[in-house]
């Protein structure tokens, strides 16, 4: 029992080494591996008490990756949550975040459509949907189809 509980801890360790894992993810690799629920929970347990694992830091990680995208803030939270993060945890990250959302858009639809501002309805229309499903708002998306430097 000993030599396979070192075991599941080394493999979780060589996980984490790779990048920044949520409890769940993490959960989820193990079992695939083969590993009962006990001793993932005994091992996340571990880990977590260790501070290898930990949600908080990897939502502040996660957000800084999809801000880089850039993606809006409801996709992020939407990814969050699918990676086991509670809803509150993703809000307050997003919140701390310090992003603006608006020039996030702005350049996402520039880097894609270029800089011209479109008064063609159905390529504005293209672009919105664009930015829609990268996760801005109206608003957002607003400013981003229609505003001129």
Known sequence: MKEHQTSIFDQALSLLSHREHS???????????????????????????????????????????????????????QELIQKGINSELAKTTLS????????????????????????DFKEKAKQSRYLQYRGFDFEQIKYAVSSQD
């Open 23 to 77: 409890k769940k993810e993490l959960a989820t690799k193990l079992k695939t591996r083969g590993h009962e629920e006990e001793e993932i929970s005994a091992t996340i347990e571990r880990l977590e008490e260790m501070n290898y694992l930990n949600d908080e830091r990897f939502a502040e990680i996660f957000v800084r990756s999809r801000l880089s995208k850039p993606l809006g803030a409801s996709r992020i939270q």
């Open 96 to 119: 701390e975040a310090n992003a603006d959302w608006f020039e996030l858009a702005k350049q996402l639809k520039e880097r894609r459509f270029g800089e011209e501002i479109s008064t």
